[in-house]
């Protein structure tokens, strides 16, 4: 994920979070909430006040301006614990930060990180959000100044893209590998293109001229396939779309791709490749909106 192959330390980084001033160890997860129109995402944990006394109080762990956040843990019985929070590279103006669970790791891109008093969202049988009004405690972009935590948090899960679906929700991943699959995966995707690439999230890896949604996918594509071949995986077929003979008829689908993977850890293993990682700005820049359905294969 960027610099943390060069082995780049966070003295040496243009964006450091200063984690090491913050403590995380020991801090159960009771569920991830988001603001999709400010890109905050916050975990809603309970946090050791009192380590030697074993007290815990509602805290919520809030990350600003979050570009993509991963979930790489498998099937867990209880609620995750956080071991630890680093800073492990950076990625243009964000930071790569990982979250070690005892149930695997978290991955996210995000530009500044705080500890708040309670929960980000009001009583769960109520369902909705109240606004964080405790001030930051942290180093953003090592600058100064009063942070503050603002803005409504949804409790509907992760989806960082607004009314499109380009990313994995927590949710459906962890439902994903619950299911305890057994052998080949063969994942349906459904893409549309944008008409013009947008490499906003990712300038470094814009080309040096626009380009449509469709070619930045292809140069996803020839990013990614060394990596899918490196997990046992390929590429079943690639081909273009349009709008359904059954179904919609104001819904197209540009193009369909089908991957077939070993299976379930197969492909948590592709998707959490760090080197895979440093291109996927491609596939979001190339894509307006998409699915992706786990196909079983089953004697006919």
Not at 91 to 105: F, K, L, S, W, Y
Not at 219 to 240: A, D, I, N, Q
């Amino acid at each position: 994920m960027g610099d943390a192959a060069r082995g780049k330390t966070s003295d040496d980084m243009d964006v450091d979070l200063g984690l090491d001033k913050l403590w995380f160890h020991d801090s159960t997860i009771n569920r991830v909430v988001e603001n999709a129109e400010s890109k905050e995402l916050a975990f809603e944990v309970m946090y050791p006040v009192d380590w030697d006394n074993n007290q815990f109080a509602p805290r919520t762990i809030v990350f600003r301006d979050v570009l993509r956040y991963l979930v790489a843990e498998g099937p867990f019985a209880g609620r995750p614990v956080i071991l630890g929070v680093t800073q492990v590279g950076e990625q243009d103006d964000r930071a790569a930060v990982r979250v070690e669970t005892n149930a695997g790791e978290r991955m996210l891109l995000c530009k500044g990180v705080a500890i708040c008093d309670g929960w980000a969202a009001a009583a769960a049988d109520e369902r909705r959000a109240s606004c964080l009004q405790e001030a930051f405690a942290t180093t953003l972009l090592n600058s100064g100044g009063d942070r503050r935590c603002s803005g409504r948090m949804r409790a509907t899960g992760v989806r960082m893209s607004g009314n499109t679906y380009l990313d994995v929700t927590e949710e459906n991943g962890r439902a994903f590998f619950s299911r305890g699959i057994a052998g080949p995966v063969v994942m349906l995707n459904l893409l549309r293109f944008r008409a013009t690439a947008d490499y906003s999230a990712t300038p470094g890896l814009a080309p040096a001229r626009p380009i449509t949604g469709e070619a930045a996918y292809r140069l996803y594509m020839e990013h990614t396939l060394p990596f899918l071949e490196k997990s046992g995986g390929e590429v079943l077929f690639y081909g273009r779309g349009d709008r359904f003979l059954i179904g919609p008829a104001d819904e197209r689908w540009d193009a369909v791709l089908l991957v077939r993977q070993k299976g379930a850890a197969a492909f948590l293993a592709f998707a959490s490749d760090r080197d895979y990682m440093k291109g996927i700005g491609h596939r979001t820049a190339a894509l307006e909106d998409s699915r992706l359905l786990p196909l079983l294969e089953t004697p006919a």
